[in-house]
């Protein structure tokens, strides 16, 4: 089998280098979660995603022109590569910017977080990926971590339903984004597929945040310097250089793997929300900590054949 465009074969990936991913994704995307809350309480939602992810896309499409990589989509992609921006980019940041809104960051984390249960449920529908034991049992593990942050959640999911569906709908949406694109595997670059799917996928918010912000340009005359260091933030770190390296790895990565490597962010998140908010983590984040840690050297390492 030939090798395609743009796209590693998975077993080219050295564990350092996604470890490496990993570390980028848990800091900072981690840390977004708080600033995105500030940010959504500075901008309507819709307004705030609408006015950072073009930049972020561009960023990507400059990258990949400066590299020397094509930034063409052959017109057989088009369907598929719409399809992946409106669950990976619209449905995830649609459904997650309302309900960040109504919940505390750290809350919003764990339960975005889910995605790992989502995307190996897809992956075994869709890909029919084995799974081998070892990988099994760090699921298991991870969410064991996510079990026993989301313990006292239960009753904070009941006085705020809406938020909780809301936010579990984007992780069900990325899950699926994800495991799409691990199928289909687009013959194209990294920055220019990642790139194009931001722009693509922003489309849709611009135009809903037209209807339900009838006064953008009055919202962004008044923002503050917090709101304006979250709009920078997501757009050169949260958006450019994470939403990189999660598609790097989902695109090299088995779905099992890249999914798990996503377990540290609502930890980070937990933590940051603490410094930044002030909200108030328990000792079952140090709990979920060790147990994250451990399902992911249970998935990152080489397995001995």
Not at 59 to 84: H, Q, Y
Not at 119 to 141: C, D, M, N, T
Not at 277 to 302: D, H, K, N, Q
């Amino acid at each position: 089998m030939t090798r395609r465009a743009g796209l590693p074969a998975a077993h080219h990936a050295a564990p350092a280098s996604s470890l490496l991913l990993v570390v980028i994704l848990s800091l900072v995307w981690g840390c977004n979660w708080p600033i995105l809350k500030l940010g959504v309480t500075g901008l309507a939602p819709l307004t705030f995603r609408a006015i950072t992810l073009p930049f972020a896309a561009l960023g990507l499409l400059l990258l990949a022109r400066l590299s020397g990589e094509s930034t063409r989509i052959p017109r057989a992609w088009w369907p598929r590569v719409v399809v992946l921006a409106l669950f990976n980019i619209t449905g995830w940041n649609a459904l997650i910017l309302f309900g960040i809104q109504q919940m505390a960051a750290g809350r919003a984390a764990i339960l975005a977080y889910t995605l790992p249960i989502w995307s190996v449920l897809f992956s075994l529908w869709l890909l029919h990926e084995p799974i081998s034991a070892r990988k099994l049992a760090g699921l298991i593990v991870g969410m064991a971590g996510m079990a026993v942050l989301l313990g006292e959640e239960i009753f904070n999911v009941r006085r705020a339903p809406v938020a909780a569906i809301l936010i579990i709908g984007a992780a069900v949406s990325w899950a699926m984004g994800t495991v799409l694109l691990r199928r289909w595997a687009p013959p194209l670059p990294q920055n220019t597929l990642t790139g194009w799917m931001m722009l693509l996928g922003w489309m849709p918010l611009v135009v809903a945040a037209l209807w339900f912000d009838p006064h953008p340009f009055t919202s962004l005359a008044a923002m503050s310097g917090t709101t304006w260091f979250a709009v920078i933030y997501n757009i050169f770190l949260a958006g450019t250089l994470a939403y990189w390296a999660w598609f790097r790895m989902a695109r090299t990565l088995p779905v099992a793997v890249s999914s798990l490597s996503s377990l540290p962010v609502p930890v980070v998140g937990v933590v940051s929300g603490m410094l930044v908010l002030g909200e108030r983590p328990g000792a079952s984040e140090v709990i979920a900590l060790t147990l994250v840690l451990a399902s992911l050297a249970a998935v990152m390492f080489p397995e001995r054949k």
